[in-house]
């Protein structure tokens, strides 16, 4: 039977609600939303995502909900639409190249003065080094929840609360905390304590490859300029794209079966609770990493603690190649897990894994203590 411990890169499978929704739109008249009579079932469609993704936010207002084909497209838009030249930008040492390309993209071309925010070997960030690194012209702090290699949350709160003492603004990627960490825009009763949420449909969100957006706040929202354009169905007469939410940051035709999944998924999300689902994850990890504790010859990358890390632990087998293990945890015992840099070569530079990357086993709330042991036994025959 295949175990599958890669949860990090997509879930592997729909829920049967959502998959029931996906073939009845199928089986339908599926047409754009805004842009005729039957289009507006897909108006309806969208809607309906934006309350459910909102809530799940911590957003009241739906409309500040945008539908994008995931966390890349949107952490771009954000990115590109708030810089302006000469602004100065911090990130961490842990971004995720959905964040480090853009960025560096920018230093290279002269627009922006870029800074990494050093973090310790096990993917940890002091919340002091954002104080340090803020200059006059700082604009923007981007960071990753928690990293897609070590698993470890980051002190978003914390270092966003010092970035808007300065009037920095702020964006979180959640791509991969979206739905199994609680994290709204207004935590703790903070207004505003993140100006953008990027998040992706494919992972936590349990949606459709393909499917994600961003979650705007009032500041950024009066800051962000179109980084893209087009068609919207709406104030057509004019070249200028509409000044409105959502129309403002949706140019072009919606992926409306993906954000179908979305409104199915959040909605099955909310009604099982996110603090339910973290602490079914949580105590996958705990488990794997007691387990991983016993073995001899396999360094951990990342915290031991699973209350500092979401269900993400990377490992370096002492004499095998990062993707020799993987093959041979998959060619023996039908284990699938991901090997190499996983898109974020800083994070191994942070932790010293770079080039050889490492084996990253990944779980969701559907993962049994019985896979977590079968998963151990596997590695103790290595």
Known sequence: MTIYANYAATTPALSPAVTGELREYLGGVHLNAGRNFEGLEAGAITLRARRAVGKLFGVTDPLRVIFTSGATQSLNMAINGLVRPGDHVLATGVEHNATARPLDLLRKNGVIELDWLPCAPDGSLDPGAVRKAIRKNTRLLVMTHASNVFGTILPVRECFRIAHEYG??????????GGVLPFTMGDSGDAGICDVIAFAGHKGLRGLAGSGGFVIGEAACGAMRQWISGGTGSVSHSLDMPDFLPDRFEPGTQNIIGILSLAASAEEILGVGVETIRERERAS???????????KNIRVCGTLDPDRCVSVVSVVVEGYDAGEVSQLLFEGHGIITRSGLHCSPLAHKTAGTFPGGTVRFSF????????????????EKL
């Open 285 to 295: 990890t705990a488990r794997f990493l007691s387990g991983l504790r016993e073995l």
């Open 168 to 177: 920095v603004l702020t964006i979180l990627d959640m791509a991969q905390t």
């Open 364 to 379: 969701g709330s559907g993962t049994t203590e019985a896979e977590i042991d079968r998963i151990l036994a596997a590695l």
